[in-house]
């Protein structure tokens, strides 16, 4: 971080010296957040989105089961809103995992 500093000289008389430091913040802005997504498919059991709800998003057996519900009424449903490399992860995981139970389960991320 870079503070800027304003130096405002007064008079030069070396007895009465009304120099003022001012130290500015730097603004930060929040990074973006990734809205992570289920998609719905006619071939992925509802159990298994559950257990995946569970596992990787930490969600009570009725929570995951109404967001399933939603996904599978909808076509999609948010699952959680994370940083850019949290969402990332997510969506590896559940892709890996899925693909290693031979389901066609799609998890996506898009910018909030």
């Known amino acids: ?13 070396d007895d009465n010296d009304t120099s003022v430091v001012v130290e500015t913040k730097p603004k930060t802005k929040r990074p973006p957040l990734y809205k992570v997504m289920l998609l719905n498919d006619d071939y992925t059991p509802m159990e298994f989105v559950v257990a995946v709800l569970e596992r990787f998003f930490n969600m009570t057996h009725a929570e995951a089961f109404e967001i399933m519900l939603t996904v599978h009424k909808k076509g999609v449903a948010v699952v959680g809103v994370f940083s850019h490399e949290i969402a990332e992860t997510k969506v590896a995981q559940v892709m890996d995992f899925a693909r290693q139970h031979q389901h066609p389960l799609q998890c996506t991320m898009e910018k909030e």
Not at 1 to 6: A, Q, S, T, W
């Open 1 to 13: 971080m870079i503070l800027d500093k304003i130096i405002m000289a007064g008079p030069s008389d």
